[in-house]
């Protein structure tokens, strides 16, 4: 299980987060989210491989760690 971090991420960045088990990488990209960011998946070199459905995602604020500044 991933340990979030207390800073908010910014459009640009690179976080990781978990879900259903899996661990996801991806970069931040611009939203109006006030709680949550859109996370940009194509950046996995592994993302057909998991057979995820979408390229992008929403995560809380809460459940990402940012990996990249």
Do not use: K
């Amino acid at each position: 299980m991933i340990q979030p971090d207390d800073r908010i991420a910014t459009p640009g960045q690179v976080v990781s987060f978990e879900r259903n088990e899996i661990m996801f990488t991806g970069r931040v990209i611009p939203s109006q989210c006030q709680r949550s960011v859109i996370v940009d998946l194509t950046i996995m070199d592994n993302l057909e491989e998991i057979d995820f459905e979408y390229d992008r995602t929403v995560v809380a604020h809460t459940n990402y760690r940012i990996i990249e500044e």
